[in-house]
Nanobody
């Protein structure tokens, strides 16, 4: 199995940027496709972005397309989420997740989860 630890969250003004990181340990990182999800208070956890184990293919939720970029560094066992042009509606706890499936976009497609990192965007 794999252990995941997110970092990089914080408070930012609307229009600003943040980069989230998710460090993996345990089983070989390249075994897994990786995803980012988020959960706002009172809402369901929703898909944000995902990347294949090679990094060759990515997919995004429509709400973040063109503003967020997912990437990975397999040498560092880390996946990133670069978030630009942030909006107050991006405020949520962000989670990274690992899967042996091919970049699923639903929560049930992922087997391992981090503890989450809070992102707050002020207006």
């Amino acid at each position: 199995q794999v252990q995941l630890v997110e970092s990089g969250g914080g408070l930012v003004q609307a229009g600003g940027s943040l980069r989230l990181s998710c460090a993996a340990s345990g089983r070989t990182f390249t075994t897994y496709d990786m995803g980012w999800f988020r959960q706002a208070p009172g809402k369901e956890r929703e898909f944000v972005a995902a990347i294949t184990r090679s990094g060759g293919r990515t997919t995004y939720a429509d709400s973040v397309k063109g503003r967020f970029t997912i990437s990975r560094d397999n040498a560092k066992n880390t996946v990133y989420l670069q978030m630009n042009s942030l909006k107050p509606e991006d405020t949520a706890v962000y989670y990274c997740a690992a899967t042996m499936m091919v970049i699923p976009t639903t929560r049930r497609g992922y087997d391992y989860w981090g503890q989450g990192t809070q992102v707050t965007v002020s207006s």
